[in-house]
């Protein structure tokens, strides 16, 4: 039973590049959440998704980042034109239900970006 | 195999009672252990150690770390029934973050 897979492990990015970052959910989840962790910070959360519908993007920016998860394959973390703000390790969860005290989040062990 | 590895898996206990969770870890290159309280859809920062034997406390909650027996626990005490979430440990090697699968702990009052 593979947990949440998340690839890749390292991207490296040059400014105005694009990075797509690929989260597959433990199977039966069909509830995906996405953060972000910044040096020294906790978890910032992005974005909330639910199969093929986005649920609460209340933490991602506006501009330039995108977020997906199609009926088939994984949720994409899209991240247009990059900049250097954006290297941080990104995480990503699923639950088979939404988050709660009795539906908890399994994490991947993230994707770290690095735009030069 | 599971790196991080948080017990117990479950917890119910009464208001007033203090808790002990524990995690315990397998890493090669060890950089920080974090604790997260998790709740609702952001979990929340609680401390992070990196240095064995020095406790960090935060109102009722204090967190240790143990190098040597590759452990920390995490203390709440005089539990109240907003402490009930699932408490996450995670641990850093490196560039990587290992998430142990939480405790849930259920205060009653």
């Not at chain 1, 998340?6 to 996405?34: D, I």
């Not at chain 1, 993007?57 to 997906?68: N, T, Y």
């Not at chain 2, 950089?31 to 709740?39: D, G, H, M, P, V």
């Not at chain 2, 960090?56 to 590759?70: A, P």
Request: charged letters at 25%; proline letters at 5%.
């Amino acid at each position: 039973n593979a947990g949440v897979m998340q690839n890749p492990r390292h991207l490296v990015r040059r400014r105005g590049q694009e990075a797509r970052l690929r989260c597959s959910p433990m199977k039966g989840h069909s509830h995906v959440y996405w953060y972000r962790q910044l040096p020294e910070e906790g978890l910032k959360f992005m974005v909330y998704l639910q199969k093929e519908n986005i649920i609460d993007e209340s933490g991602m920016p506006k501009e330039r980042f995108s977020a997906e998860f199609p009926k088939e394959g994984p949720s994409i973390l899209r991240i247009q034109q990059v900049v250097r703000g954006d290297s941080a390790a990104y995480f990503c969860a699923s639950s088979p239900r939404k988050v709660g005290i009795n539906s908890p989040l399994h994490f991947g062990n993230g994707t770290r970006l690095t735009v030069t | 195999e599971d790196k991080v590895v948080q017990s117990p898996l479950s917890l119910v206990v009464h208001e007033g009672d203090t808790v002990t969770l524990n995690c315990s870890y397998e890493v090669t290159n060890f950089r920080s252990l974090l604790w997260y309280k998790q709740e609702k859809k952001a979990p929340t920062f609680l401390f992070m150690l990196t240095s064995s034997g020095i406790e960090k406390k935060s109102g009722r909650l204090s967190s240790i770390l143990d190098k040597k027996e590759l452990s920390s626990i995490l203390n709440i005490t005089a539990t109240q029934t907003g402490d009930s979430a699932i408490y996450l440990c995670a641990v850093e090697e490196n560039n990587d973050m290992r998430f142990g699968a939480g405790t849930r702990l259920t205060v009653k009052p």
